[in-house]
């Protein structure tokens, strides 16, 4: 089946600090893969994506590069701030009969927490 | 603004009571999807609907029921047969077409007792 594989945390580290979450996916397709944050109390949202390999997401000074041959989507970013302090989920989708219903399979998320 | 809204924020049941969550999106997606959150799992999809009057059963949905008489609306029935039912529940909708990103709500923390 398919699953996402995520870097245990939590991850803690200094503000300006770099950062990697790793993820690695197996998928039984070409999968578009995403990043989405969870702040304290707070429903999820896209951080970036990428719909296919070699393609680059990135926001928010966040960068994700989809490598099909090691299929990974690691999470990184130069200099963290504390306001970057958040629950991190990967996740991949895959399309279904030619269509896409938006079904996402979600990594067990990683907490990571900056401080100052 | 567009957005989803999940009500309540919190919620307290007995066990043994049926309790329906609330969500409501005004964004015009087609797609509207149910997920539950524990500590260390990430998301498990419960429900998801592509259309009005039409849904699908997710990875676990057993103990739980929805409708989806209107697009905006796509409320969740946690039913006594669920027998965990202490999570945080997610409300998601999209445009249901390809690689089209998930918008999700702030979420309902139900916790039975």
């Known amino acids: 089946g398919n699953s996402v594989t995520q870097m245990e945390g939590p991850v803690t580290l200094s503000e300006e600090a770099f950062l990697t979450i790793n993820c690695t996916y197996t998928a039984t397709g070409y999968p578009s893969l995403f990043w989405y944050v969870q702040y304290p109390g707070e429903g999820l949202q896209l951080l970036l994506k990428a719909t296919k390999a070699d393609d680059k997401g990135s926001n928010k000074g966040f960068e994700a590069t989809y490598r099909k041959e090691t299929t990974s989507f690691h999470l990184e970013k130069g200099s963290v701030q504390v306001s970057d302090s958040a629950v991190y989920f990967c996740?991949?989708?895959?399309?279904?009969?030619?269509?896409?219903?938006?079904?996402?399979?979600f990594g067990q998320g990683t907490i990571l927490t900056v401080h100052p | 603004d567009g957005g989803i809204t999940q009500s309540p924020k919190y919620l307290f049941r007995k066990e043994g009571q049926n309790v329906t969550l609330s969500c409501e999106q005004n964004l015009n997606h087609d797609a509207m999807y149910w997920y539950r959150q524990d500590p260390g799992q990430g998301l498990r999809l419960i429900y998801y609907s592509q259309i009005v009057n039409d849904f699908q059963k997710g990875d676990i949905a057993e103990g739980y029921s929805v409708s989806r008489e209107k697009k905006e609306s796509f409320p969740l029935t946690v039913t006594s047969a669920q027998k965990n039912p202490t999570a945080f529940y997610l409300c998601a909708s999209s445009m249901g077409r390809d690689n089209s990103p998930l918008h999700f709500g702030n979420g309902t923390r139900l916790t039975v007792t």
């Open positions: 996740a991949l989708q895959l399309l279904a009969g030619g269509t896409s219903y938006g079904k996402l399979t």
